[in-house]
């Protein structure tokens, strides 16, 4: 099992940033593959970004370039750095963890509450 919650989120106008947290914990170790993944009112969710056990990362065609994804295995803590915010980034934000890496699908087994990201123009 593992839990995951997420941090971060709040209003911000276009053009800004923030950084959302998911601070992992449980079986983390054998669960290491982890993504953040949007969803936006009446949409289907949608993968943003993923990071790899060798810490190479993937991004949705909408975020690269502005979204950062990295994470402290340490702390056990995945991040989501998001500038250049659009009224378009506008969505709940989850992170996601499993055993298999999934990449950008919404297939993953453990999954956060999500934090809210809301951008206005």
């Known amino acids: 099992q593992v839990q995951l919650v997420e941090s971060g989120g709040g209003s911000v106008q276009a053009g800004g940033s923030l950084r959302l947290s998911c601070a992992a914990s449980?079986?983390?170790?054998?669960?290491?593959?982890m993504a953040w993944f949007r969803q936006a009112t009446g949409k289907k969710r949608e993968g943003v970004a993923i990071?790899?056990?060798?810490?190479?990362?993937a991004y949705g065609a909408s975020v690269k370039g502005r979204f950062t994804i990295s994470k402290d295995n340490a702390q056990n803590t995945l991040y989501l750095q998001m500038n250049s915010l659009k009224p378009e980034d506008t969505a709940m934000y989850y992170c996601?963890?499993?055993?298999?890496?999934?990449?950008?699908?919404?297939?993953?087994?453990?999954w956060g509450q999500g934090t809210q990201v809301t951008v206005s123009s």
């Open positions: 996601a963890a499993d055993r298999v890496q999934w990449w950008l699908l919404p297939s993953y087994k453990y």
């Open positions: 449980g079986d983390t170790y054998s669960n290491p593959y």
């Open positions: 990071i790899d056990t060798d810490g190479s990362t």
